[in-house]
């Protein structure tokens, strides 16, 4: 039977699930432009436009709608967003921990599989693949351990919501909810009936919605759109990740002193000749590392350099140096930090463990790839050989199917970039990698078998954090956020500046007047010089535009899949939508022009018999148009930019 936690230990589920959750709150200051898209048909949704009547949008209707729900009590300000990311992962690695506890038996074990949720670094808007499968998770065990119609009618209900947030989720959900059923009651007659109440609820659920969609594009015109958004985008992202750890060197390399040595600028004086600069770095053993510059050199020190310091900075052919301190002759803690001084120090400590996935690519693909393994050692774990092994509260069947469960997540899900999208999958694994650790560390072994499982266990363990956290530079933000161990004052620097993000409303006023990305200096532009009930059209994927300008969209769609082209339903719509707003202003990119023709090519012609360009520019190795009505007469040039205004 299932083990449930004593009052105390709650709370160390709940502190991860507080760190995990501000975690994700701090990252939704730094959003790129795919976390806009659900932001964008936010706005829509607030200026009074429908999903599928008025816009399109994967159906992913929850998601913006909670997004719409969250600004109108905190503003149009990123906090917003931040507040419901923070709140739907705590809830989601809180109900992991409780689970694995349940499972194992084991805080300890139930704590060190939710702290993975701390180092993995999802994608701020893929956030609902971890509430719902989270949710998904802790509803199956539940049920397989205690059996009701109740929580039959819940699960149900879960797979309703998953529906809500994307018709996939609601599909893999629906697919767990009869493993779930089978793995409580076998193949019986009771089970047939369980998924028959389930599958009622979640279609009763679930039908408002599809009612709606066959009105607005009729049963079939839904269901082909829905196809061709995720064909389109899972053909463009489908590949097999390969192992990256392939020789001895990628798993544990040995260094040299120079590799932990202090590094710092020369700046020679200009009538010194390279001969001569030549002879100076052998005097004092240094080692060339690159140019920065006609009379500037970078270095590595060596020990013999470390003890002529003074005697270098002093040098007559030397006119400055830089990262170091010149008055001591000292490097500081930022400029060479403390263990690299000790392995600099003590030869046997300098060493790199799993080197080959140092590189987020690689981290990445190692990720994806113990992902899902995963399900496949749980089939393992499950078979006659190890099933003894195993905690009370994990018999084999449901362990089974609920590894059926991960594997059919994974299939639906991962998929490349894997550095990119591996975090968002990690709910099923590693509930199942805790179920591995629990056996691993089971008492009752001899001890020539438990001492190296236990090596085992921290080698995985070593290899599951090191992936996770390189391939989502979890390093690099929390050093960011430390400032980057330079100084108190610049990582209260840093904090400001979140504090700023996501204060800031509309989150493109962080930016001071003119300044920014391209895209928020165009967003900006599009509110200053159009009327708020003005519609405005950005003919590439840039959702950020329309949530920072607060404008309507004048066409149905944020992004320009080819496969649309195909819809001719869809093709009459956009252009109708597009007529019909005759949008004051459009913005255009070269590098993405194509793409919007190809989906879309009767909209493009409209584009392109009614407007002209009014500015032009380049940037970044972009050329970005603003396309201007050709009846539109502007009243005004805008103060920041000098473009036309027409408000």
Same mark, same amino acid.
């Given at each position: 039977?299932?083990?449930?936690?004593?009052?105390? *230990?709650?709370?160390?589920?709940?502190?991860?699930?507080?760190?995990?959750?501000?975690?994700?709150?701090?990252?939704?200051?730094?959003?790129?432009?795919?976390?806009?898209?659900?932001?964008?048909?936010?706005?829509?949704?607030?200026?009074?436009?429908?999903?599928?009547?008025?816009?399109?949008?994967?159906?992913?209707?929850?998601?913006?709608?909670? $997004?719409?729900?969250?600004?109108?009590?905190?503003? %149009?300000?990123?906090?917003?967003?931040?507040?419901?990311? =923070?709140?739907?992962?705590?809830?989601?690695?809180?109900?992991?921990?409780?689970?694995?506890? %349940?499972?194992?038996?084991?805080?300890?074990?139930?704590?060190?599989?939710?702290?993975?949720?701390?180092?993995?670094?999802?994608?701020?808007?893929?956030?609902?693949?971890?509430?719902?499968?989270?949710?998904?998770?802790?509803?199956?065990?539940?049920?397989?351990?205690?059996? !009701?119609?109740?929580?039959?009618?819940?699960?149900?209900?879960?797979?309703?919501?998953?529906?809500?947030?994307?018709?996939?989720?609601?599909?893999?959900?629906? @697919?767990?909810?009869?493993?779930?059923?089978?793995?409580?009651? =076998?193949? !019986?007659?009771?089970?047939?009936?369980?998924?028959?109440?389930?599958? =009622?609820?979640?279609?009763?659920?679930?039908?408002?919605?599809?009612?709606?969609?066959?009105?607005?594009?009729?049963?079939?015109?839904?269901?082909?759109?829905?196809?061709?958004?995720?064909?389109? *985008?899972? *053909? &463009?992202?489908?590949? $097999?990740?390969?192992?990256?750890?392939?020789?001895?060197?990628?798993?544990?390399? &040995?260094?040299?002193?120079?590799?932990? @040595?202090? *590094?710092?600028?020369?700046?020679?004086?200009?009538?010194?000749?390279?001969?001569?600069?030549?002879?100076?770095?052998?005097?004092?053993?240094?080692?060339?590392?690159?140019?920065?510059?006609?009379?500037?050199?970078?270095?590595? /020190?060596?020990?013999?350099? /470390?003890?002529?310091?003074?005697?270098?900075?002093?040098?007559?052919?030397?006119?400055?140096?830089? #990262?170091?301190?010149?008055?001591?002759?000292?490097?500081?803690?930022? %400029?060479?930090?403390?263990?690299?001084?000790?392995?600099?120090?003590?030869?046997?400590?300098?060493?790199?463990?799993?080197? =080959?996935?140092?590189?987020?690519?690689?981290?990445?693909?190692?990720?994806?790839?113990?992902?899902?393994?995963?399900?496949?050692? +749980? +089939?393992?774990?499950?078979?006659?050989?190890?099933?003894?092994?195993?905690?009370?509260?994990?018999?084999?069947?449901?362990?089974?199917?609920?590894?059926?469960? +991960?594997?059919?997540?994974?299939?639906?899900?991962?998929?490349?970039?894997?550095? $990119?999208?591996?975090?968002?999958?990690?709910?099923?694994?590693?509930?199942?990698?805790?179920?591995?650790? +629990?056996?691993?560390?089971?008492? #009752?072994?001899?001890?020539?078998?438990?001492?190296?499982?236990?090596?085992?266990?921290?080698?995985?363990?070593?290899?599951?954090?090191?992936?996770?956290?390189?391939?989502?530079?979890?390093?690099?933000?929390?050093?960011?956020?430390?400032?980057?161990? &330079?100084?108190?004052?610049? @990582?209260?620097?840093?904090?400001?500046?979140?504090?700023? &993000? /996501?204060?800031?409303?509309?989150?493109?006023?962080?930016?001071?007047?003119?300044?920014?990305?391209?895209?928020?200096?165009?967003?900006?532009?599009?509110?200053?010089?159009?009327?708020?009930?003005?519609?405005?059209?950005?003919?590439?994927?840039?959702?950020?535009?329309?949530?920072?300008?607060?404008?309507?969209?004048?066409?149905?769609?944020?992004?320009?899949?080819?496969?649309?082209?195909?819809?001719?339903?869809?093709?009459?719509?956009?252009?109708?939508?597009?007529?019909?707003?005759?949008?004051?202003?459009?913005?255009?990119?070269?590098? @993405?022009?194509?793409?919007?023709?190809?989906?879309?090519?009767?909209?493009?012609?409209?584009?392109?018999?009614?407007?002209?360009?009014?500015?032009?520019?380049?940037?970044?190795?972009?050329?970005?148009?603003?396309?201007?009505?050709?009846?539109?007469?502007?009243?005004?040039?805008?103060?920041?930019?000098?473009?036309?205004?027409?408000?």
């Amino acid at each position: 039977m299932r083990v449930d936690p004593r009052p105390r *230990e709650h709370w160390v589920g709940i502190a991860i699930a507080a760190v995990a959750g501000l975690h994700k709150a701090v990252l939704t200051a730094t959003p790129v432009n795919d976390d806009y898209q659900h932001l964008a048909y936010s706005r829509q949704f607030l200026g009074g436009d429908l999903p599928l009547r008025d816009f399109w949008d994967i159906s992913t209707t929850l998601q913006h709608v909670l $997004s719409a729900v969250s600004q109108l009590l905190f503003g %149009q300000r990123l906090l917003s967003e931040a507040i419901l990311v =923070g709140v739907a992962t705590a809830v989601a690695v809180y109900l992991v921990f409780r689970v694995l506890q %349940q499972m194992t038996g084991s805080v300890a074990i139930a704590a060190v599989c939710a702290a993975f949720f701390i180092v993995a670094v999802p994608r701020t808007y893929a956030y609902p693949k971890w509430i719902v499968y989270g949710v998904a998770s802790w509803l199956w065990w539940s049920y397989v351990w205690w059996p !009701s119609t109740r929580k039959a009618i819940a699960a149900g209900l879960s797979a309703a919501i998953a529906f809500y947030w994307r018709p996939d989720h609601g599909g893999l959900v629906a @697919a767990g909810v009869v493993l779930g059923m089978l793995a409580a009651h =076998g193949f !019986s007659l009771l089970a047939l009936r369980r998924v028959a109440l389930a599958g =009622g609820v979640a279609f009763a659920a679930a039908l408002p919605y599809l009612l709606f969609a066959a009105v607005q594009l009729g049963p079939l015109g839904f269901v082909r759109a829905e196809l061709a958004s995720f064909s389109d *985008e899972h *053909e &463009r992202t489908r590949s $097999s990740p390969s192992w990256p750890l392939r020789a001895v060197d990628d798993v544990f390399r &040995r260094e040299t002193q120079a590799v932990y @040595a202090p *590094e710092m600028t020369l700046r020679w004086k200009a009538d010194i000749p390279p001969r001569e600069r030549a002879a100076a770095l052998e005097k004092y053993g240094l080692t060339p590392v690159a140019a920065d510059g006609p009379q500037a050199q970078r270095v590595k /020190l060596s020990d013999q350099s /470390l003890g002529s310091l003074r005697v270098l900075i002093e040098d007559p052919r030397v006119e400055d140096t830089a #990262g170091v301190e010149r008055g001591p002759g000292l490097f500081t803690w930022s %400029q060479w930090p403390l263990w690299d001084r000790i392995r600099f120090r003590v030869a046997p400590l300098r060493f790199t463990l799993l080197p =080959g996935i140092d590189q987020q690519i690689f981290a990445g693909m190692a990720a994806a790839m113990i992902v899902q393994a995963m399900p496949l050692i +749980a +089939a393992l774990l499950a078979g006659p050989s190890l099933r003894r092994l195993l905690p009370p509260a994990v018999t084999p069947r449901p362990l089974l199917l609920f590894a059926a469960f +991960a594997a059919i997540v994974n299939l639906g899900l991962l998929r490349d970039p894997y550095e $990119s999208r591996v975090a968002d999958v990690i709910v099923l694994p590693v509930i199942l990698f805790g179920v591995l650790l +629990a056996v691993m560390l089971r008492p #009752g072994y001899p001890a020539l078998v438990r001492w190296p499982l236990r090596v085992a266990v921290v080698l995985m363990m070593l290899l599951a954090v090191k992936s996770l956290a390189v391939a989502g530079e979890f390093g690099e933000r929390v050093e960011w956020l430390f400032g980057d161990g &330079r100084s108190m004052a610049r @990582a209260k620097g840093a904090w400001r500046e979140v504090g700023a &993000r /996501l204060q800031a409303s509309p989150p493109s006023q962080f930016w001071p007047a003119g300044t920014g990305p391209v895209t928020v200096r165009l967003a900006e532009y599009v509110r200053r010089c159009t009327a708020p009930s003005d519609r405005t059209l950005a003919l590439w994927f840039a959702p950020e535009i329309y949530y920072h300008a607060d404008r309507l969209m004048a066409g149905r769609h944020v992004y320009y899949f080819e496969a649309f082209k195909t819809l001719e339903d869809e093709q009459r719509r956009e252009l109708e939508k597009v007529t019909r707003s005759e949008p004051k202003i459009v913005l255009a990119s070269r590098n @993405a022009y194509g793409a919007a023709g190809a989906a879309f090519p009767a909209a493009m012609q409209f584009i392109e018999s009614r407007y002209v360009p009014a500015v032009v520019f380049e940037e970044d190795g972009d050329r970005y148009s603003i396309l201007v009505r050709k009846d539109a007469q502007a009243s005004s040039t805008d103060r920041v930019s000098g473009w036309p205004c027409f408000r």
